[in-house]
C-alpha cells in the first residue's frame, strides 16, 4: 500500500511558477513510475507528465513541453512538478499517481495509487 499526499497548489496570476510536491509513504518509492495528472472542472482527469522509476525517463503532454518540469527523489520518497508560466487553462485540481514497474503510462487506469490532489488557479 502506498499513500500519496500532494502539496503546493494555490492560487497565482498567469506567468508565475509554483512547483507541486507528492510525498509517498513506506519504503518502495523507487519501485513506482510515477505520473502527474489534472481535472478541470467537467473534464476528464488527463495526463500531465510522468516519470519512470529511476528518474532517467520523462514524458510531457504538448501542453507541458517547455513549461513543466517533472522530478523525483527517490531518498526523499516524494515527486515534484515545477510549473512556470502558468496559464489560466491550467487551472485544474493536479493530482499525483503511483505506478508499479519501470515504465510510466498515460492512462489512469494504469496507475494503482493515487493521492487525493491539490488545486491550482491561475488568474488571468
Known amino acids: 500500500q502506498v499513500q500519496l499526499v500532494e502539496s503546493g497548489g494555490g492560487l497565482v496570476q498567469a506567468g508565475d511558477s509554483l512547483r507541486l510536491s507528492c510525498a509517498a509513504s513506506?519504503?518502495?518509492?523507487?519501485?513506482?513510475?510515477m505520473g502527474w495528472f489534472r481535472q478541470a472542472p467537467g473534464k476528464e482527469r488527463d495526463l500531465v507528465a510522468s516519470?519512470?522509476?529511476?528518474?532517467?525517463?520523462?514524458y510531457y503532454v504538448d501542453s507541458a513541453k517547455g513549461r513543466f518540469t517533472i522530478s523525483r527523489d527517490n531518498a526523499k520518497n516524494t515527486v515534484y512538478l515545477q510549473m512556470n508560466s502558468l496559464k489560466p487553462e491550467d487551472t485544474a485540481v493536479y493530482y499525483c499517481?503511483?505506478?508499479?514497474?519501470?515504465?510510466?503510462?498515460?492512462?489512469?487506469?494504469?496507475?494503482?495509487?493515487w493521492g487525493q490532489g491539490t488545486q491550482v488557479t491561475v488568474s488571468s
Open positions: 499517481a503511483a505506478r508499479f514497474g519501470l515504465y510510466y503510462a498515460q492512462s489512469t487506469s494504469m496507475y494503482d495509487y
Open positions: 513506506g519504503p518502495t518509492f523507487s519501485a513506482y513510475a
Open positions: 516519470i519512470d522509476r529511476t528518474g532517467t525517463r520523462t
